[in-house]
């Protein structure tokens, strides 16, 4: 019985020590993670009618059954998207002006966010906006205030992340297990609804770190890693296409640097910020070897040096490019 409260009073101890989550929600860290002046794969919006649709309005917290006006919207990552614009607009070019709107800010969000994204829902009112369900839901009077903040394209990266990270990541082990190996929750949000919530409050804020960090506080990043730290690695390890954040080209080379004296062969090159690179090397130009993988940019000239013997690889080229 002694033991037992030892025991309980050690779990009571460690349970207090949890820090309170630094922030309330992450879509409200920073307006300028997203600018709306960022590059978007948006590429041409198509009238198609009107059709019946059953949609989601939160204004009636519930299913409707609509007529809405139709576009579908095409990406230069070649991801489509219906756009269903409610009848209440009054008419096809007012809805159209709605649909180009949105479809141009969900271009920013890269084609990892989008992959899921069947169809957008656009209503009037006042209601918070929504993902999942292969759909992004907007309330437009919402997004004015959204605007007005300048959150609109954050809300937009939270939203989606439920769309099309959630199912493929919210109940995996390595993810449950950065959890609990993190020990605490990046907002009170995540930490209410750590299920539902968690990995899109996180998302935000390691997509600041890892592709913006130039647009927020080194305070403010050094709080997203010290609360984080795994969730990040977890991040880090998964191979999402970031376009058009991460543009598809390939580096240029910017020096190639060997020491006889240590036997270091150094080789940098112009990167995009949190881009992914590999560098291989060949003897022929035929069959390519990996030297080294997974590194992660941190500025706009990355660098790297390993071990090279010119007397051994008399005869050696190397290429850098994105992984």
């Known amino acids: 019985m002694k033991n037992m409260k030892v025991f309980l009073l050690s779990l009571l101890c460690i349970c207090s020590l949890r820090a309170e989550p630094p922030f309330w929600g992450t879509i409200f860290i920073d307006p300028d993670i997203i600018k709306p002046s960022d590059p978007s794969a948006y590429l041409s919006l198509k009238d198609s009618g009107q059709g019946r649709r059953t949609m989601y309005d939160r204004r009636e917290n519930n299913w409707v059954i609509l007529n809405p006006y139709l576009f579908n919207a095409t990406y230069k990552d070649g991801l489509k998207i219906e756009v269903q614009v409610n009848p209440e607009f009054g008419n096809a070019d007012d809805a159209r002006k709605e649909a180009e709107k949105y479809a141009y800010v969900i271009g920013q969000l890269t084609t990892a966010l989008r992959r899921d994204v069947e169809t957008v829902w656009i209503h009037k009112g006042t209601n918070p906006f929504g993902g999942g369900n292969n ?19 954050e809300t937009f990266e939270h939203e989606a992340t439920h769309t099309s990270l959630d199912s493929r990541h919210a109940k995996k082990a390595k993810w449950i297990a950065a959890q609990n190996a993190d020990g605490e929750f990046i907002s009170n949000y995540a930490k209410d609804y750590p299920n539902r919530e968690d990995l899109a409050e996180s998302y935000l804020p390691y997509f600041a770190i890892r592709y913006r960090p130039d647009r927020i506080s080194k305070s403010l990043t050094k709080k997203i890693k010290q609360t984080i730290p795994n969730r990040i690695k977890y991040f880090d390890s998964l191979a999402l296409d970031m376009y058009p954040v991460i543009k598809r080209e390939a580096p240029r080379l910017n020096q190639l ?67």
Do not use: C, P
């Not at 990167?271 to 003897?283: D, E, L, R, T």
């Open 135 to 153: 759909n992004l839901l907007i309330h437009t009077g919402q997004a004015v205030k959204y605007i007005n903040d300048g959150i609109l394209e």
């Open 257 to 323: 640097f060997y020491s006889e004296e240590k036997q270091l062969l150094t080789i940098s090159w112009n990167s995009q910020v949190g881009a992914k690179y590999i560098i291989q090397s060949s003897s022929d130009f035929s069959v390519w070897k990996t030297v080294m993988f997974h590194l992660i940019a941190d500025t706009g000239l990355s660098s790297v040096g390993f071990k090279w013997d010119r007397k051994v690889n008399t005869q050696e080229y190397y290429r850098v490019g994105l992984e």
